[in-house]
């Protein structure tokens, strides 16, 4: 089926470990991120792409890693996990306008659950 | 610093109304205005986009209306349904990365 696809959809994991979030788009669209959404901050930016192989910070970049070796495909890494990043995380794709405008719908996938004990 | 505001937090509304719910941003510049809905456990689903040179945009039973001029944006549901009852966000897009989205309205349509 056409769409973001993120796996899994519920993760536990303890302190210390790494973790990878996996995230797969069907449309080919160049911009994708990653978001957490917690009670009291709403959503917030992590990282985001603008192509294969061009990644950038958002606002909370700090324990986290993305790559994109392939356009359909940005997984995020949390490299030695920790309590505070217990949250839900979205990935998010929109297209790139071919006039510069911008003007392409954001679309989520359905989100990971991750819990660090 | 571009900032979205929704009120009311929370609505709830017998079947069959009408209601409008409203997003404020505070700075102008933005490409375009984008309406979420989501259900609990959910991700995000886009509802409309309203670009920034556009005064509203309509699907089905929603409208949206956008004036950048006072920065406000508001949605319209028309005959609401029980089906209806979801949190809605707006977002606006200030860059070709950056949305600054809104806390969002949890609104319950009653039976």
């Known amino acids: 089926d056409a769409g973001i696809t993120q796996s899994p959809r519920y993760k536990i994991t303890e302190t210390g470990r790494q973790v990878t979030l996996m995230c797969h788009q069907t449309?080919?669209?160049?911009?994708m991120f990653w978001y957490r959404q917690d009670l009291g901050h709403g959503l917030r930016l992590i990282y985001y792409?603008?192509?294969?192989?061009?990644?950038d910070k958002g606002e909370v970049p700090d324990g986290y890693v993305v790559s994109r070796s392939k356009t359909e495909n940005f997984p995020l890494t949390l490299e030695s996990a920790t309590r505070s990043q217990t949250s839900v995380y979205f990935c998010a794709s929109s297209d790139r306008s071919a006039d510069g405008s911008e003007n392409s719908p954001l679309h989520f996938g359905n989100g990971t659950r991750l819990t660090v004990t | 610093k571009q900032e979205v505001t929704q009120i009311p937090a929370a609505l709830s509304v017998p079947e069959g109304e009408n209601l409008v719910l409203n997003c404020s941003f505070t700075d102008s510049a933005i490409y375009n205005l984008q309406w979420f809905r989501q259900d609990p456990g959910k991700g995000l689903t886009s509802l409309l986009l309203?670009?920034?040179?556009?005064r509203e945009q309509t699907s089905g039973r929603l409208n949206a209306s956008l004036d950048k001029s006072s920065g406000r944006s508001t949605l319209y549901i028309a005959a609401s349904q029980p089906g209806d009852s979801a949190t809605y966000l707006c977002a606006g897009r200030v860059s070709s990365y950056k949305l600054i989205f809104g806390s969002g309205t949890r609104l319950l349509v009653r039976p």
């Open positions: 792409s603008a192509a294969a192989d061009i990644t």
């Open positions: 449309w080919s669209h160049s911009y």
């Open positions: 309203i670009q920034s040179s556009q």
